[in-house]
């Protein structure tokens, strides 16, 4: 207690940490800067010049998420360097789902006790992530919460913004005879997780544990952050051919595809046109998993299926894989409703 009472930081809240927060991660913000970018951090907003970044007649797109419980993990093992690149990853792919380019993010991360280091690494993942889809990271808020959260838990969301031009929104044109590219995952990504945990926890092994299915830690295989893809499908775009695009997070391909197809129209995918990731394959023994659940809770191993002009496949799988994606053709666009498989995936 001070001469005339009780201070906020007695409270459990440190002004100055905060600030020295903000201090450092203002490198890694610049670092993300790019056209139509008009101010650093430090103010009520951020600032941005759509007419700077190239845009003429823009529809702006936004999008907002988090990283869901793949954040126990990385709080229990301390490895946090690379969970921001998940938050920026589930919002952006979603954004170019729509046709848009990621302009901006912002980032929201609350806590119990601030630990600046531990924080200033989440942050700096997350300009990593900006840097890797051309988005900028203009502003966001720290929360320190005593009493909400327990002293090393922290949660992240995130918000980003994209535009495009009038009349270039996905999906267009999507129809029957188009085919289904599917880009690989690298490996879980951010969604599932609540299950992930729950079958880990009835192996009885830890996350400093010797990984079974990958070299390392289980902690640190489990942990391997989303893949983005929002320059090669921004590339596979401008290119002419694409109908649509789905990003295959919460739901897996059962839930995700059929919003980017039309009313009476169904895809049929072939289990056998792409290697189950031995991390499925290994969270299915281990959880006793039927093929649809786990085509329903995860990945298995797509991250995104572009739905293409039945003639622009060959150019577009080329494009694709020149821009460092895994490609695998899935299936097509048929009659129907929903998503209908043949082959297996276990």
Wanted: aromatic share 6%.
């Amino acid at each position: 207690m001070t001469k005339n009472g009780i201070t906020y930081s007695q409270a459990g809240v440190d002004i100055d940490a905060g600030n020295a927060l903000v201090d450092r991660i203002k490198p890694a913000a610049k670092s993300t800067d790019r056209p139509g970018v008009m101010a650093g951090l430090g103010g009520f907003g951020g600032l941005f010049d759509l007419k700077g970044a190239g845009f003429t007649d823009p529809v702006l797109v936004a999008a907002t998420d988090g990283v869901g419980t793949k954040l126990r993990i990385a709080i229990d093992t301390g490895n946090v360097d690379t969970i921001g690149v998940d938050l920026v990853a589930m919002c952006v792919n979603d954004l170019v789902c729509q046709g848009a380019e990621p302009l901006f993010f912002l980032d929201y991360f609350a806590t119990g006790k601030l630990d600046v280091d531990s924080a200033a690494r989440i942050v700096e993942g997350i300009a990593a992530g900006c840097r890797a889809s051309g988005c900028a990271l203009i502003g966001g808020e720290t929360a320190e919460m005593p009493g909400m959260y327990a002293k090393d838990d922290f949660d992240l969301a995130g918000f980003s913004v994209g535009a495009m031009e009038r009349g270039t929104e996905l999906p267009a044109g999507v129809g029957e005879g188009d085919v289904l590219l599917g880009l690989g995952s690298d490996g879980v990504h951010s969604n599932g997780y609540s299950l992930v945990r729950k079958i880990v926890e009835l192996t009885g092994l830890g996350w400093d544990d010797d990984c079974p299915f990958a070299e390392g830690t289980l902690g640190a295989a489990l942990l391997a952050p989303t893949r983005l893809y929002v320059k090669s499908a921004l590339a596979a775009i401008r290119a002419g051919g694409v109908h649509g695009l789905a990003h295959i997070t919460g739901g897996g391909l059962t839930e995700n595809l059929p919003r980017v197809l039309p009313e009476g129209m169904g895809a049929t995918i072939d289990l056998s046109s792409w290697q189950l990731p031995p991390v499925f394959r290994w969270l299915a023994e281990k959880g006793g998993l039927e093929q649809a659940e786990l085509l329903k809770t995860f990945n298995a191993g797509i991250g995104m299926v572009v739905v293409v002009a039945a003639d622009r496949v060959e150019p577009l799988t080329a494009l694709l894989a020149e821009a460092g994606e895994t490609v695998s053709v899935l299936g097509s666009v048929e009659p129907g409703e929903g998503v209908r498989y043949s082959g297996a995936l276990l």
